[in-house]
Nanobody
Framework: QVQLVESGGGLVQPGGSLSLSCAAS????????MGWYRQSPGKQRELVAT???????NYADSVKGRFTISRDNAKNTVYLQMNSLKPEDTAIYYC????????WGQGTQVTVSS
């Protein structure tokens, strides 16, 4: 079965950086369109970054120019490099296919605060 294990979150000051990882098993990240999603308290889960089979990428306007999605096919892992973090980036971050499976991993908490 599919397993998605997110890691790399933490507490960071505004303007700081974090690098998230998503290790996948039971699915091949290079075969499917993969995305990073986030959910803040009281808000719906939103898609923030996508990487297509071609390697092309797409971003939500709120993170464009600050976040970079990538993947390592050999490690079957998807990454999200987050720079110039803002308090409004605080959320639990998840990776999943796009469109997403019903299954979600546990996510990784990102908190941006001074």
């Amino acid at each position: 079965q599919v397993q998605l294990v997110e890691s790399g979150g933490g507490l960071v000051q505004p303007g700081g950086s974090l690098s998230l990882s998503c290790a996948a098993s039971g699915t091949i990240v290079s075969v499917y369109v993969m995305g990073w999603y986030r959910q803040s308290p009281g808000k719906q889960r939103e898609l923030v970054a996508t990487i297509f089979r071609t390697g092309n990428t797409n971003y939500a306007d709120s993170v464009k120019g600050r976040f970079t999605i990538s993947r390592d096919n050999a490690k079957n892992t998807v990454y999200l490099q987050m720079n110039s973090l803002k308090p409004e980036d605080t959320a639990i971050y998840y990776c999943n296919r796009r469109p997403p499976l019903e299954y979600w991993g546990q996510g990784t908490q990102v908190t941006v605060s001074s």
